[in-house]
């Protein structure tokens, strides 16, 4: 991944154009107490230490010289670098009101997204209340879960079969791919009872670049952020590729709407599918409704953006754990075999029964964090926090990464050990900081709940149904765990196995 390439090459044509287009001269007099960090250059500020593609290894590294409440200066912006679950907790929980606001990446303003989702609105907005609102009561409320279970498990049995097929044919099978179709299908049929893809067509690739380039150009470091008067310039092209992606997925989307919406019509308004997508365009419909068809169509862009992509990849990297620890895959089957029995398939309503795979999960969730500086929180007001000050409208990282690799906290914090989730009653959900990988307090994903439930399925039922084989000779050792940083964390090297046995 390139990592500020423009600034490289030309910091001091980018100091020169920041200076004469904002007329800001930084001034030393009666500024803040701020935590402690790397001394600034002039302009640029600290951006050179973060040369790479591994921003989140780079501050890791960083927060060990100057502490886990940190100080960057990258161009204009003020950055509060956290690692340490403590200070997680002060920001996300004790002071949530003061640091929920959010950095607006000049990327997210395609089509004015920024405008519509609820990952970047204001928590205090009309819009992002009525948003979480429909969240939580249309989507990933227990009881639609619930209900929708069947959908979930037609779905990974048809993953199941996909893997089947490989198996008797002895062909290797692209985790990563095949978890991104079922999860890209589960939904799909969720949201508007409609699959988008099969194994063997050219559609989930399709859409499996559409979301892995927003990943990657969401998360791209840029330089218009940290200099705004280069907006409008969009130096690296980043907002333009961000448009061209989001355009060609609402194209799918608004093809789906306007369908719908035209079946509706013939019928007469009776509800086609009493799917999602019914109850969100029956609520635009209600007197005095705050949701529209804008609303509508960005809503169900994050949710195929974030909830797809996280999913898949936090398979892909449990299953390449697994391989690369032959023992804690056998432990993993055992367990499966003796509570729900050789030949019975695997149920949501299995996983409780089943503690060694769900630490399998939280292990990777501490290894592997799909988003490892979270999304940006920003600071609404001048704030203290452990005797320094963080000044508004710094921009707040919380590095979750670098608080799972933390020896202070997990002893042999680089060994995937699922065994310590067996000792400590740690969960992901919001509530222990030493692992929150959907974040926390009134930013946390909510699509929490279904990831849970599709990660544990998708993975009970791959280690359940087979045994799996490297293929040409390649030892667990050499599976390269080596990831390529964006938003979220993927693998570099697509994990690809050969399923041996099929029960």
Known sequence: MEYLAFVLLLPFVLASIYVLASGIIPSKSGSPRL??????????GNILELIGDQPHRALSKLSKTYGPLMTLKLGSMTTIVISSPDLAKEVLQKHDQIFSGRTILDAVRALNHHKFSMGWLHPTSSRWRNLRKVSATQIFAPQR???TQAIRRKKVQELVDHVK?????GQAVDIGRAAFTTSLNAISNTLFSKDLADYSSTASQEFLEIILGTMEEAGRPNVADYFPALRSVDPQGVRRRLTIYFRNCFRTL???????LQLRASSKGSKASNDVLDSLLDLTQEDNSELSCDDIRHLL?????AGIDTTSSTMEWAMAELLHSPEKMAKAQKELEEVIGKDELVQESDILKLPYLRAIVKET??????????APHKAEIDKEVCGFTVPKNAQILVNVWAMGRDSCIWPNPDLF??????????????GDFELIPFGAGRRICPGLPLANRMVHLMLASLVHYFNWNLGDEMKPKDISMSETFGITLHKAEP?????????
Not at 35 to 44: D, E, L
């Open 254 to 260: 608004d093809g789906i709407i306007n369908e719908r």
């Open 365 to 374: 969730f501490r290894l592997h964090p799909a988003a490892p500086l979270l």
């Open 495 to 503: 994990l690809r196995a050969i399923p041996i046995r099929f029960v």
């Open 145 to 147: 879960l619930d209900s």
């Open 417 to 430: 050990v699922p065994e310590r989730f067996l000792e400590k009653d740690i969960d992901f959900k919001g």
């Open 301 to 305: 862009l994050d949710l195929f953006i």
């Open 165 to 169: 097929e490989n198996c008797s044919s």
């Open 35 to 44: 935590p402690p960090g790397p001394k600034p250059f002039p302009v640029i």
